[in-house]
């Protein structure tokens, strides 16, 4: 069968995006399955050269199609922070908990009004016989006062889609996929991964 690598061990996010990739005939393995794979240092201004980066380095090592999404939290009152730094805002081996407490300790003074944010999330794939595609999705929102929820990761508990009154850490994973910007990007990736079955690029 043919195969994708998910450039990430991030178990969660791999999950997600198996659980989105999984009615196609496709193996989809990650860097679990790849102890050796190397360390990639995300140190691009954007997420399109983070996810490239990612991509084409796990590309190479594997020798197979790879998919490498970079992801963050744009908030509208910290001029678009976290963003590339999201999973390293309070730190470079921050925890989700310490990222979230930070993040609610530079909107203490922001009023509900003005709490808009967004999740981005940026997608490459690669193959090793040379084709790059790049999608994006976003997912917009509010930031809330204290966590709600107990599902997801990262910033979910902090992050309220108004029209459905929840925030992601309170819906359940298919709810998530349908609305978040991974699952967006993700819709996007589909038809790029049957057209490169069809054209032998996988």
């Known amino acids: 069968m043919a195969a994708i690598v998910i450039a990430s061990r991030n178990e969660h996010k791999v999950e997600e995006i198996r659980k989105l990739l999984a009615g196609l005939a496709v193996d989809v393995l990650s860097l679990g399955d790849y102890p050796d794979a190397p360390e990639i240092d995300e140190d691009g201004a954007t997420f399109q050269a983070n996810a490239l980066k990612k991509a084409r380095v796990i590309s190479q090592f594997t020798g197979l199609v790879a998919l490498a999404d970079d992801s963050g939290l744009e908030v509208d009152s910290l001029d678009g922070k976290p ?53 994006e999705g976003i997912c917009s929102g509010v930031i809330v006062e204290e966590e709600r929820g107990s599902g997801g990761f990262g910033y979910d508990p902090l992050f309220l889609v108004p029209h459905l009154g929840k925030t992601f850490a309170e ?3 298919e709810e998530k996929n349908r609305i978040s910007h991974r699952g967006k990007a993700l819709q996007q990736v589909l038809p790029i991964v049957r057209e490169w079955l069809e054209h032998g690029l996988i």
């Open 83 to 135: 963003g590339v730094w999201s999973a390293r805002f309070a730190g470079e081996s921050a925890s989700d908990a310490e990222n979230n407490r930070k993040l609610l300790r530079c909107m203490a003074d922001v009023p509900p009004g003005e709490r808009k944010a967004q999740f981005r999330c940026v997608i490459a794939l690669v193959s090793p016989k040379g084709a790059e595609r790049l999608v």
């Open 171 to 173: 819906l359940s994973t």
